[in-house]
């Protein structure tokens, strides 16, 4: 995963050999789907098997899962050394497109006697998932779509980039040490821009995941969804939310950081902005809203930092192409 902000960076010393074998051994689970929308733009989809998922992420697995910032360092480390010296993909133009999110209908609330940085959010929560063997966790965001059951993340915590996709995705809203409030939705199908899933461009680093309907309700009429939005202009104020678990942090309860977006002067071919974060592993996938809090458009997600001593995290601009798998996602 390209983790946020904090990517592990042991990883980050690797040498180019190393990574190369690490590109060139890797293999998919299964031969991921390729569709194209009425853009045009390539989707890459893994049809999940994971209705089990919930009953195999027991507490203790959830407590042991690894931190992505593992993904995300082999990504970012693959990202560099194969678009080294190229200029950032140009995608056709796009105007800005701003889908609004729902409010959940289930007023169901939970009573919360721990104090932490973040209240809980409803849609925001945790993933757990496995990828060639070792359990991982990331997080993600409920995003509207007309199925009710999107969420979006990193594309490194969906996909190797590239691959293998993701086994036993669940995604765990409001979590809080160790709790599952509203329930583990497990996944139905997986979704990743093509030049996520086929070359690991760093570009195009987010994911969505469909769920699965969960005691006959939908998620977003349990939990709500985010609006979402589009080719919108660079250099906005945000604020990012998601669960680092690597220290200083231990991946039990939300986090955020907020700050005025600027371009990555270490990668500009990545086409990224960042924002003032120190949060690390384990972040990767939590959302970006424009703006000051949850109630914002989302626009991009945590995708990695430099180090583990980051103090800034990127996110991909989410053009034409990630609107292209979102579109597919939200319909499926």
Not at 110 to 136: A, M, W
Not at 153 to 175: D, I, L, R, S
Not at 252 to 265: F, W
């Amino acid at each position: 995963m390209t983790k946020t902000k904090t990517l592990a960076t042991s990883l980050l010393s690797l040498s180019a050999a190393a990574i190369l074998a690490l590109v060139g051994t890797t293999s998919a689970n299964a031969a991921p789907v390729n569709t194209t929308d009425s853009s045009g733009a390539a989707v890459s989809s893994h049809a999940a098997s994971d209705t089990s998922a919930a009953d195999y992420w027991t507490p203790e697995r959830m407590k042991n899962a690894k931190s992505g910032v593992i993904l995300g360092a082999k990504a970012l480390e693959r990202g560099k050394l194969l678009n080294l010296g190229k200029a950032p993909v140009t995608e056709a133009p796009g105007a800005v497109s701003s889908i609004p999110g729902q409010q959940a209908t289930d007023s169901t609330t939970i009573d919360r006697k721990v104090n932490q940085s973040e209240t809980p959010v409803k849609h925001i929560g945790k993933i757990f998932f496995t990828l060639g063997g070792s359990n991982y966790v990331c997080s993600g965001n409920s995003v509207t779509a007309a199925n009710k059951s999107t969420v979006s993340t990193a594309g490194h915590c969906v996909n190797e980039g590239p691959g293998a996709y993701a086994t036993n995705f669940v995604f765990v809203p409001a979590y809080l040490n160790g709790a599952a409030p509203y329930g583990k939705w497990t996944a139905k199908a997986l979704y990743s821009p093509t030049q996520w899933a086929s070359n690991g461009n760093m570009q195009y680093d987010t994911a969505f995941a469909v769920m699965n309907t969960l005691n006959g309700q939908k998620l977003a009429d349990v939990v709500g969804s985010s609006g979402v939005q589009f080719n919108a202009a660079r250099g906005l104020s945000y604020k990012s939310y998601g669960y680092p678990a690597a220290s200083p942090f231990n991946g039990e309860s939300l986090k955020s950081c907020s700050g005025t977006a600027t371009n990555d002067p270490n990668n500009p071919q990545f086409n990224t902005q960042g924002i003032p974060c120190n949060m690390t592993g384990g972040s990767s996938g939590g959302p970006w809203f424009i703006g000051n809090s949850s109630t914002g458009y989302q626009n991009s997600i945590n995708s990695y930092g430099y180090g583990s001593n980051s103090t800034t995290m990127y996110g991909p601009y989410w053009g034409t192409v990630i609107q292209s798998t979102y579109n597919t996602a939200a319909a499926s």
